[in-house]
């Protein structure tokens, strides 16, 4: 079914699409420049090659040329010129979607067959950029102590655990190889990406470009590694485990298990031995035991007599984890170029976890908890065409699969289920803890998308460079629980029983929303002064129906206007983008961008708990229906402004300051329908709003003393009326005042600082660190129980936290092999608390000042952050044959 459903929608974007052309495709860059001769003149014709590629330009009449299609990555570059002493330039880097400047100057050729080698110099800071964008390559990431896409994502400037200045969760779009891997059903990426695919990452925090879209805060771009013509092997493996002392707030966990963490990650690349076609891939497992764990004193089975307070455990009191996860991931890639201008290329991506979350009441016995599974694979076909030196387009093909499970037992009908039955405890043994039973909760979700991008691109002249095209994404979308179980009454007996189906208890369900959506812009350079001005149109259809009228949802109101379900509305949205970037002296520049974003809410919140059928008993009352979902919902959209100045200190030094403000509009929040009857219920509209303004500073260092240093601040003001879509609900049922408010959101670190540094003596060893400081997030205050106990919403702060993370690594350079060890400490400080649980009353997550009605709450491990966590592990390279 999954091939079918696949073929289906990708055939219509074909002929759809019907060759219809995007841009860049975000994996790739530009090279230009100029060669001159020793006095300044310019060479007409001269040849300029990148190594290792089939790219290369020969220069105008200006002395200038561009490369285009440039795959982010770091080459050889050679310029030639007959009667000049060639020259190569080694360590060129190029960065996807931007402009590298190489100029070369010649000298007249006394022996034939002169080379000249030198090697390229990174720039301290990019002039020709117009809004907040870090690249970061293999090798700056080599160095320091993070493993993960996330890990590396986290450590740029305005982003703090996933929110992009100030922007709720799920605003952000993930791409690898430019194109994306976001599940449309939460706004979630789809893979977890490890470093050892990774060729560079590029993150955008502030304003981006027209090509970009269904993201309001930041755009993630991953390029992953590619094969080259000569076989090289690279592996990875450590060991570890979480340590702590502290067993009053990580109970079980008293001592250092060298397994408790294993990594095992292997990379092959080269050439196939077919023409011109080369191979990558790349697989890891990687199996942590957690750091939360709990003790098997009962059984899901075991039968105890509550009346009587009589416990009989049955378990064995082992030892068990309860937050581990044991993970499969990989790639693998296919390049051929054996056709003169064209490339065609096959990768596929994927992750296979089973987890297990911590769920403080199971802690007696941690087997009836769910196991949670997930699988992904982004895998697809990209076509490459170069019509000219200046011209070429690109076709991408993907399916996006992703599936999510939870359960404690695969089969609904397995006889364990009911031979344990509902979870049980009494509230005077263990504090409440869960003494039989199993958790009943079962749930899948499963997205399957086809993805259809096409790229084009055309540098028209030495000044524009027009990028345009089109994106179209057809998906299926199931979700809920995959059988469930209800008590009915047989006889004056309430049994348990599994179902499939319940009348007024949806089961799974699908949905098949449609996106597509089209941009042109155009890249200004002329010279210092670069424009980068963009149109975006997005277009969405839910595929699902409404009511007709809100105020008789089920049709059930006699006498009304009669209601009937109706297609929901094609939306539409245009897009402005606009950038300008400037020079003030030979070593600072200015820039400014501004930019209308548009994005959709996850479709789990226009999907979910939305059969408005369900209403018929409304004007009843004493039934509560929660938040309806509203598949007519409006896209989100965010309106940015960035304003900044980057100045070179020096060869070594370099600054940059961003002032930013963002006026949140549309946000997905709750409004109260109501009906004829005066009846009301919730609904999801789009009500919310917000704003976020500040400003970043960074500061780096590069090669000095083989030292590379970089810190940055960011000061940052996030409100709105609502840190959740919910809240509005939710205060209105508590009976608090639901009216919009112009509150800190609940992300709101108002002070936040990176510094990392890395001392590096090539090819002998590196010691790096990562400081990471904030001033903790918003909570609310609470004085006194009861009713009207809470004050002002988010007007308490938590504890300020500091996190440092180090790594340090040996190499050692044999014959065919390069060969390291390396050990890495994560929150070396033991820092048990980073902007987690606090009791309202004290704001604090160690203690309360009602010890008695929150004792169960002051003995859960999974308030605390994770405790330090120690690896040691070995990697190697062989040298390239």
């Known amino acids: 079914m999954n091939t079918i459903f696949f073929c289906k929608p990708l055939l219509s974007f074909i002929i759809v699409v019907n060759l219809s052309f995007s841009l860049f495709a975000q994996v790739s860059g530009k090279l230009t420049g100029t060669v001159k001769d020793n006095n300044g003149e310019p060479l007409v014709g001269a040849n300029v090659i990148v190594e290792g590629t089939t790219l290369g330009a020969a220069t105008d009449f200006d002395g200038r040329y561009t490369i285009l299609n440039v795959r982010a990555g770091t080459y050889t570059v050679k310029f030639g010129y007959l009667g000049y002493k060639s020259q190569k330039v080694e360590g060129v880097r190029i960065s996807a979607d931007q402009t590298k400047i190489l100029d070369a100057v010649l000298e007249p050729e006394v022996i034939q067959g002169e080379e000249v080698v030198v090697v390229a110099k990174k720039p301290i800071v990019e002039f020709n950029q117009t809004s907040s964008v870090s690249s970061i390559n293999k090798e700056d990431i080599k ?34 190889d430019g194109v994306s891997v976001v599940n449309p ?26 090509k970009y879209g269904q993201a309001m805060s930041g755009v993630v771009n991953a390029v992953l590694k590619t094969g080259s013509d000569k076989f090289e092997i690279s592996g990875e493996t450590y060991l570890g485990d979480y340590f702590t002392t502290d067993t009053d ?31 990558f891939f790349n697989g890891r497992r990687f199996l942590s035991d957690g750091w939360i764990f709990g003790r098997r004193k009962f059984i899901p089975t075991d039968k105890n007599d509550f009346e009587k307070k009589i416990f009989s455990p049955s378990g064995d009191n082992e030892i068990l984890p309860m937050n581990y996860s044991y993970e499969w991931s990989g790639q693998a890639k296919l390049t051929n170029q054996s056709l003169k201008n064209f490339q065609f290329n096959y990768q596929a991506t994927f992750n296979s976890s089973e987890r297990k979350y911590y769920n403080h009441g199971f802690r007696l016995i941690p087997d009836g908890t769910p196991k949670n599974y997930t699988t992904s694979i982004s895998h697809g076909l990209t076509f490459t065409h170069t019509i000219s030196p200046l011209m070429f387009y690109k076709l991408n093909f993907r399916q996006n699969y992703f599936k999510y499970e939870s359960y404690v037992y695969e089969n609904l009908f397995d006889p364990r289920y009911l031979e344990a039955g509902q979870p049980k405890g009494d509230a005077n043994y263990e504090d409440g803890a869960v003494v039989q039973g199993v958790d009943l909760g079962r749930f899948r979700q499963r997205t399957n998308s086809g993805v259809v991008k096409g790229d084009f691109t055309w540098q028209i002249d030495n000044a524009n460079l027009v990028e345009l095209g089109v994106e179209g994404q057809y998906s299926e979308i199931t979700f809920g629980p995959p059988g469930f179980f209800v008590t009915t009454n047989e006889n004056g007996v309430e049994v348990l029983k599994p179902v499939y189906q319940f009348p007024r208890l949806p089961g799974l369900r699908n949905y098949y929303p449609k996106q597509f959506a089209s941009y042109l812009q155009d890249r200004i350079e002329l010279g210092d002064l670069i424009i980068r001005a963009g149109l975006r149109f997005e277009y969405f259809d839910a595929a699902s129906k409404i009511p007709s009228d809100l105020q008789n949802p089920a049709n059930t109101i006699p006498g009304a206007p009669e209601s009937q379900l109706v297609n929901t509305k094609v939306k539409t949205a245009i897009a402005p983008r606009l950038g300008f970037s400037f020079p003030l002296t030979a070593s600072a520049s200015v820039y400014f961008s501004y930019g209308h974003f548009y994005q959709l809410p996850g479709l789990n919140l226009l999907y979910d708990n939305s059969d408005y059928s369900l209403l018929d008993q409304l004007q009843a009352g004493g039934i509560s229906y929660g938040v309806m979902g509203n598949p007519d919902l409006k896209p989100e959209l965010t309106i940015q402004y960035e304003f900044g100045l980057k100045q070179a200190l020096a060869e070594f030094l370099g600054v940059q300051l961003s002032f930013f403000y963002k006026d949140i509009r549309d946000l997905l929040g709750v409004e109260f329908v109501d009906t004829y009857t005066a009846a009301s219920y919730a609904r999801f509209t789009n009500v919310d709003f917000g704003s976020v303004y500040g400003f970043t500073l960074s500061i780096f260092q590069r090669n000095l003393a083989n030292f590379n240093t970089s810190l940055d601040y960011t000061l940052q003001f996030a409100q709105g009326n609502s840190s959740d879509p919910r809240e509005t609900a939710n205060r209105a049922a508590s009976g608090m005042d639901p009216r919009p408010r112009d509150l800190p959101f609940n992300w709101d670190q108002r002070h936040t600082l990176n510094l990392s540094a890395i001392y590096s003596v090539p090819d002998d060893y590196s010691i790096s660190a990562i400081f990471r400081f904030g001033s903790g997030q918003p909570y609310t205050p609470e004085i006194g129980s009861g009713f009207g106990a809470s004050q002002e919403t988010n007007s308490g702060r938590k504890d300020p936290y500091f996190l440092l993370d180090l790594r340090a690594e040996k190499y050692f350079d044999f014959e065919f092999l390069n060969f390291s060890l390396f050990a890495r400490i994560i929150n070396v400080l033991n820092t048990h608390y980073v902007n987690g649980f606090v009791f309202n009353s004290t704001g604090s997550p160690d203690y309360t000042l009602t010890p008695s009605a929150n004792r169960s709450a002051l003995y859960d491990p999974s308030r605390f952050y994770e405790p330090r966590r120690i690896e040691f592990g070995i990697s190697f390279r062989s040298k390239l044959l």
């Open 185 to 210: 059903y939460n706004n979630s990426s789809i893979l977890e990406i490890d470093r050892s695919m990774i060729e560079e990452v590029q993150v955008i925090s502030g304003t981006f470009d027209a």
């Open 249 to 279: 707030r990580y109970p079980n966990n008293n001592k250092f298990n060298p397994i408790g963490i294993q990594n095992y990650q292997l990379s092959i690349s080269g050439p196939t031995g077919l023409p011109q076609t080369t191979f």
């Open 143 to 176: 160095n320091l102590p993070v493993q993960s896409l996330n890990e590396i994502v986290n450590l740029q400037a305005g982003v703090i655990d996933g929110h992009f200045r100030g922007g709720r969760i799920g605003e952000v779009q993930y791409q690898v």
